[in-house]
């Protein structure tokens, strides 16, 4: 179901994107890079954070780190992590498969600075076995993304 939400989200914005499904988990960072032959910088990790009474989504470089002073200035809280038990009703996604397409609800969107390192990312594509390859700019783009700078 959670891909099926993906690739209709991508049906609608980006046709010409598709999910990459493998047999590999790509449910970690590490999982994904190794499965996709990428480094660990290029995977988009997807976190799912409760600001106040909404959720956003933050989009960051695999291998960064959230920066808490940044992160607090940009959101006036400190970072919460939505509870694993509220993932998959909050985005449509499994834990290991969270990412900005095909949501279940709408959500904010974020994209941290530290992906413009790569003109490529692979954020997940809604299961720990599917990713999709996508510029970095247009990442931002179809998800409607603001740029924040909250990592280390």
């Known amino acids: 179901m959670s891909i099926a939400s993906v690739q209709a989200f991508f049906a609608e914005h980006a046709s010409d994107l598709e999910v990459l499904e493998n047999s590999a988990s790509t449910a970690t960072v590490r999982e994904a890079a190794d499965a996709l032959g990428v480094t660990d910088g290029q995977i988009a990790k997807t ?7 909404r959720v956003v989504l933050l989009v960051t470089r695999g291998d960064a780190r959230l920066d808490n002073r940044k992160y607090k200035d940009q959101f006036g809280t400190k970072a919460k992590m939505l509870p694993a038990s509220e993932v998959l009703e909050i985005t449509g996604h499994p834990v290991g498969g969270v990412c900005p397409f095909g949501l279940a609800r709408p959500l904010e969107v974020y994209c941290d ?3 413009r390192a790569f ?5 997940a594509a809604g299961a720990p076995n ?4 996508i510029g970095t700019e247009r990442l931002a783009e ?3 993304a603001k740029w924040v700078d909250v990592t280390q």
């Open 142 to 144: 179809v998800t409607r």
């Open 119 to 123: 003109e490529e990312v692979f954020p």
């Open 130 to 133: 599917a990713a999709v390859r």
């Open 113 to 115: 600075v530290s992906l």
């Open 47 to 53: 976190l799912s954070l409760r600001v106040g009474d």
